[in-house]
């Protein structure tokens, strides 16, 4: 039984998310919205005032005692009011009096004038709360215990034969020694007599996790561990965890080109900004194989795919629309470049940090070169000013911030030009929920959960990108490199039928990835940044062949029991997974 603190403010138990509707709404829309999100009351609103509040008792009452017709009755004619209310600094205790007195179960939580939140009696039952908390805690309690269970996600296994230990002689010494001296002639043959041309480090310091932040090298090695079995699953790409004791970015630079010799190359991982963008910029500049940085590049990527499909579902063109960037961190700089170098004018995007929009005048700007860069660019209107201003006209609204739905708020979005097109990519609660969104006019949402449409889900990238950088030895991952990946992965999606709820193609269609490996190796040619000459019918079926490979391995290991599911765990799948989190 979880325990209820009578005494601990009402903002702790209340719910987040309001809903509102017109009072000249009818019952059966209300009936319909709190349904669809599963709620048992909605604000009332008479112009732009609340004016009262409507539950799902209130309608039952009519409906079943009186006998109303709900898709006729307007919602005014049943309504509670006027409103009650509770401060969000009022005690539960309090809260109950209130609800005690007035017979009600539900109260708009009221801060600073502005109601931020709903307290409903149920959030404060003992039995609904542990039912909630179990739900919420299921996932990573089962995670855990597969965890322990299997020890780890990654292991190495042979590729080739060992049918009598005289095989020995041709693996190891001394039948090796051929290799190595074809190597010692040319270090390129290294790419055909080890295993470098299929693989990945994985490079993180710990200090940037997903969901978790500065956690240290070895709290991050289970996410880098799961980064690796999306590799090889998705991409056929053998990538191995690096997690590095030291956060100096200097080290890191100088620990990544030591390790070149053993890798075709680098996925830098979760590493806090703004050494993040020092660290990849002066690895592209000096590694002498590709580097790339997930949050960044990956995300950037996928984000562009995503834009591009939706501007063709709304019928506008890229060159001509507006494009308001809120947080300025490592997803959207590179984000913002990938943009500009997929056409869109550097003048018609506005970028958005805690202090402002970028802008020339801004003088906080000498540490953050990235940032400054950017400034010099963009915003050809010099606007200055919030999210709030930055989102006025734009066409387009691109959130990589903070984990916190209401930074983007529905009169922001009412603001912005017809047909809008709201991105809310932070995980895990996007910055607008996407019902809200809606409900303000946008047109099409995207978002970074699997459980609402057009998911932006880096994993759509980085697995079939690499297995096309190594499959033609590129030297480097460059912008036009990643625009070629999401032009490849827009056009997936829109050769299935685009709309506003589908604008990027989801994991389960394998074709996304050695298509995209397609459209990087032949990129890469085209630059001169390649060491092997393809076709791209080469390169598809290579890729394809290599992957499905990879797949089969893992589904054949299941089935014959190499890979143990736990006992509690037997009528788990034996299948190919139909969803795959980042």
Known sequence: MVEVDLEAPVARYMRRTVYFISEDETCAKAAQIMKSHGVGSILVKKNSEIAGILTERDILNRVIGEGIDPSRTKIRSIMSSPLITV??????????????????????????GKIVGLLAQRFIVQEDLKELMDKAARPAIESIKLHRFYRGKIEVNLKVPVRTYNDFALWYTPGVAEACKEIAKDKNKAYVNTNKWNTVAVVSDGTRVLGLGDIGPEAAMPV???????????????AFPICLATTDPDKIVETVKILQPSFGGINLEDISQPKCFKILDRLQAEAQIPVWHDDQQGTATVILAGVKNAL?????????????????????????WLLIAAGFKPGNLMLVDSKGILHHQRTDLETFPEKKKLAKITNQEQRTGNIAEAMKSADVV????????????????????????????????????????KEAGARIVATGRSDFPNQVNNSLGFPGIFRGVLDVRAQKITDTMCVAAADEL????????????????????????????????????????????????????????????????TRSNTLTGYIKLPEAETKLIITTPKSVRK
């Open 398 to 437: 691109i959130a990589a911030s903070s984990s916190r739905p209401g930074l983007i708020q529905k009169p922001m979005i009412e603001k912005m030009a017809s047909d809008p097109i709201v991105f809310a990519c932070a995980n895990p609660l996007p910055e607008i929920w996407p019902w809200e969104a």
């Open 224 to 238: 880098m561990e799961g980064k690796a079995l999306l590799y090889k699953y998705l991409g056929g790409v053998d």
């Open 490 to 553: 827009s056009r997936v999606a829109e050769e299935q039928g685009i709309n506003e709820d589908y604008i990027l193609p989801t994991m389960e269609n394998s074709e996304v990835f050695w298509r995209e490996a397609a459209a990087i190796g032949v990129k890469a040619q085209e630059e001169g940044l390649s060491l092997r000459k393809i076709s791209r019918d080469d390169l598809i079926e290579e890729a394809k062949t290599i992957i499905q490979r990879a797949r089969e391995m």
């Open 87 to 112: 401060n969000s600094t009022a005690t539960v205790h309090e809260a109950l009096e209130i609800m005690a007195m007035h017979d009600c179960r539900r109260l708009p939580v009221v801060q600073d």
């Open 312 to 336: 063709k579902v709304v019928g506008k063109e890229e060159g001509n629309v507006l494009v308001t960037l809120v947080g300025v961190g490592a997803a959207n700089v590179r984000t913002a």
